[in-house]
């Protein structure tokens, strides 16, 4: 397996040739295009000065030539019988067409540095070649000559090329190095997490990271321990739902059993064995609900995929639940206050939506006094529907809120078990209208009671 640090250096090492490539390819083309027509320009400016002392100075001709290459000239000489000579350093190349001689025999300039060919990764100021030369005529009154000339590039910038060469490749070696010594930086904490990852998938949560980073590397640590704390609580979740669901089914098996054996056993009176009948029938009541709950549960679990959404007229639909819980109302002697907008709608899946109404005001019904008001309450805005269920109980301890939403929890456990009710409603409740990207709240107090608020988005 190839290692992090061997895949930077080869991005460092890609990186840099193709840097370079595309960097001689743009300073090629810049030369091709602005400078060769400024250089031919130049050149051919010198040249005619050449000219013009060795037209004024004819017996200086060689030694003028001779110190001219000396000081970074290239120097072909040739007359119209094809005797040349050249001085200075060896041209590479003696690719000089005779078309181009007979050119400047014939009076014209020859323009070999303007009109060399454009080559991606060639460049035309370093390419020792004749044919790429400045030409022009050298005229006496019984002898032509045909002077070409360039610059010897390595006469002239030999040192500095060598300079600049040598600065690249140390900047490039030195670059690599401590590229690769910074990525240090980056690679240790990504292997922390790497080794972290190992332990969240052997169980172990209990995590610690250097978060102290301000860059991404640190908000991944900091993320990366949010989520190992979540699955903490996720599983310490798991485990105690496990002995939740355990204690609840053998809570009422127990007692199933044991009054099973006392009917089966002894001699009772009718009464006794109508109480202990009356007991089972309660416990396998509460099984039944159980797991209708829990297989609810299951099913809600899946997602949104298992929901079968339509449009709801609110109104209507909270006086249906209202409806099935008329009887409980009345046996509290409790006021049902109802102020829903006709024109109120949600969208979603009806079914669902029904045991939300039906748990929150059963939950509500169950909790407060005989005697005492239950205010439901709607309102529609653009962008949300807000839905109120209100009673004036003697509301819920702080300590409790914060945890009313979790599975088979109690505020008061031996009234709730009594009660027959499973401590799955409200966490039902929440889940079904997650999956309605909603949201509910609660607030309690002793004076005014409790407060249950439903926020659904409109589509």
């Known amino acids: ?48 000065q050449m000219k013009q002392y060795i037209e004024s100075e004819p017996e200086q001709m060689d030694k003028y030539l001779r110190n001219a290459a000396s000081l970074g000239y290239e120097i072909y000489v040739t007359d119209e019988q094809g005797n040349s000579q050249f001085y200075g350093s060896n041209f590479r190349e003696r690719d000089l067409d005779q078309q181009a001689v007979d050119l400047v025999f014939g009076g014209e300039v020859y323009h070999g540095v303007a009109q060399f060919p454009n080559k991606p990764f060639i460049s035309g100021f370093f390419e020792n070649r004749l044919s790429n030369t400045i030409g022009l005529l050298v005229q006496f009154p019984t002898t032509k000559y045909a002077l070409f000339m360039r610059p010897d590039v390595l006469l002239q910038f ?80 798991r485990q105690q739902f496990v002995s939740n669901v355990s204690h609840e089914i053998q809570s009422p098996l127990t007692s199933i059993q044991g ?38 549960l299951s099913s809600l679990e899946q997602g949104e995929d298992a929901l079968n959404k339509q449009r709801i007229v609110l109104h209507t639909h909270v006086r249906q639940a209202v409806q099935v819980l008329q009887w409980q109302l009345e046996e509290k002697e409790l006021l049902l206050k109802l102020s829903i907008p006709p024109t109120a709608t949600i969208y979603g899946d009806e079914v669902l939506f029904m045991q939300v109404w039906m748990n929150l005001i059963a939950n509500a019904v169950s909790h407060i006094p005989t005697g005492r008001s239950i205010e439901i309450v709607a309102e529609q805005t653009a962008s949300h529907t807000v839905i109120i269920v209100a009673d004036t109980g003697d509301g819920i301890a702080p300590e409790h809120l914060p945890f009313l939403f979790d599975r088979f929890y109690r505020v008061d456990r031996a009234r709730e078990r009594t009660s027959g009710r499973t401590g799955l409603g409200l966490a039902i409740v929440k889940k079904i209208v997650q999956l309605h990207d909603g949201q509910i709240d609660v607030s309690s107090s002793r004076e005014t009671g409790t407060t249950f608020t439903v926020t659904l988005p409109n589509l």
């Open 1 to 48: 397996m190839k290692s992090l640090y061997f895949r930077v250096f080869l991005i460092t090492i890609a990186v840099i040739l193709v840097s370079s490539t595309l960097g001689f390819l743009a300073s090629n083309i810049y030369y091709h295009l602005k400078l060769k027509p400024y250089n031919d320009e130049k050149l051919t400016g010198i040249a005619e």
């Open 158 to 237: 030999g040192e500095l090329r060598t300079f600049f060469a040598l600065v690249g490749l140390l900047t490039v070696i030195i670059s690599i190095l401590i590229f690769l010594i910074s990525t240090r930086y980056l690679v240790k904490p990504i292997t922390r997490l790497s080794d972290a990852t190992k332990r969240i998938s052997q169980g172990h949560y209990n995590l610690r990271l250097p978060t102290r980073r301000r860059d991404e590397i640190g908000q991944l640590a900091s993320h990366f321990m949010t989520m190992s704390r979540e699955l903490d609580r996720v599983d310490q979740a």
């Open 259 to 296: 009054f099973a054996q006392i009917l089966a056993k002894h001699e009772l009176s009718t009464a006794e064995r109508a109480h202990y009948i009356s007991v089972i029938e309660a416990e396998s009541r509460h099984l039944s609900m159980l797991s209708k709950q829990l297989l609810m």
